[in-house]
């Protein structure tokens, strides 16, 4: 695919009177979108995100989303947000289609960027960043009922998986005892979530994908900017948990990386959760919702998505890993009393 063609075609429909001097691929090599530095004759720069998985409707309604929250967040957060760019005052997104291919650009505003966290946070690092997740999952569900409806729902995403588990596609990547075990977890949460009764959890942006590559702090790591929406959707608060759990684990940020769900059980997640707690309380349901929350990222972004998402590599590593290790441990490795207890919550 030529992805520089693709980018110029965008831009001249955006504004044909503005030349593009270079485009710079600056995209993570672990997945399968690209992010591109684009420089103009006149040194003005752009960011260019082009993607060609899941849905284009779904591409575009998020950024939509995404450009709304940005306009509505409140001080400390109103410059928190990565801005797109619009046009006709709305986000301006470009569809490429011909033949097999199918792919969309957004453009960005560069976002200026602080201090990244470290690989490995201290004890005192991680109860600053609990507090500060608390304030922005607060700052969101003040504006959440002023944002577009959003179309995407855990139940959906789910269902879709079941329906893919009969195609010829899953059926030659996976075996029969592989498809069988992806089911029983899809029904198992689709039953879970009745019995927690998630559907009434309040619905704000969450951001999921929060690895310490996708924002940035300030010295005293406040929150200062974020820039990555590969995996934004409208959710509960919980849903963003499982990543800052493995921001907060022991063994910290690491460049050949699994989904393993033991972060969610350290004594350094609590210390996170304490302290989120304390500005944004948390309630015992949420926190046995959590279980689910990990068995969905799996489930959705690993076995659903991953072939799409993360580069070859990547998407066979985890997807095996996804049927050995994390799904069997869905049950049998994570205890959230001992959370709850931890929070004083019943």
Not at 54 to 78: M, Q, T, V, W
């Amino acid at each position: 695919m030529d992805y520089s063609r693709i980018i110029k075609k965008a831009w001249k429909e955006y504004d044909p009177t503005k030349t593009i001097r270079r485009i710079q691929d600056i995209s993570a090599m672990v997945s399968t979108n690209h992010v591109f530095r684009i420089l103009f004759e006149d040194d003005d720069i752009v960011i260019a995100k082009l993607s060609y998985f899941g849905r284009y409707d779904h591409f575009k309604e998020d950024h939509r989303i995404i450009h709304s929250l940005a306009n509505n967040l409140l001080y400390p957060f109103e410059n928190f947000l990565a801005k797109s760019l619009l046009k006709n005052n709305r986000v301006y997104t470009y569809r490429y289609k011909t033949g097999k291919t199918d792919t969309w650009v957004v453009f960005y505003n560069p976002t200026r960027v602080q201090n990244r966290l470290p690989k490995r946070l201290e004890e005192s690092n991680i109860r600053k960043l609990g507090y500060q997740v608390g304030k922005f999952h607060r700052a969101c569900s003040r504006v959440s009922k002023v944002l577009p409806k959003s179309s995407k729902t855990l139940s959906t995403d789910i269902n879709t998986l079941l329906k893919q588990l009969n195609s010829a596609k899953f059926k030659k990547r996976f075996s029969a005892d592989d498809i069988d075990l992806i089911r029983h977890h899809c029904e198992t949460f689709l039953k879970n979530r009745l019995l927690y009764n998630a559907g009434a959890f309040e619905t704000i942006p969450v951001f999921i994908d929060w690895n310490i590559g996708n924002f940035s702090v300030t010295p005293n790591l406040k929150l200062y900017s974020r820039w990555d929406y590969d995996w934004f959707r409208m959710s509960s608060r919980m849903m963003d948990f499982y990543f800052f759990s493995r921001v907060v684990s022991h063994a910290g940020d690491k460049t050949v990386f699994s989904y393993l769900i033991n972060p969610l059980n350290e004594d350094r997640f609590i210390m996170f959760l304490e302290e989120y707690h304390k500005v944004n309380p948390l309630t015992a349901v949420e926190i046995r919702f959590l279980r689910e929350v990990y068995r969905f990222f799996i489930l959705n972004y690993v076995i659903k998505d991953g072939g799409y998402f993360f580069n070859e590599q990547y998407a066979t590593k985890l997807q095996a890993e996804a049927l050995s290790i994390y799904l069997p441990s869905v049950d049998r490795d994570f205890d959230p009393e001992r959370l709850i207890s931890a929070l004083n919550l019943r």
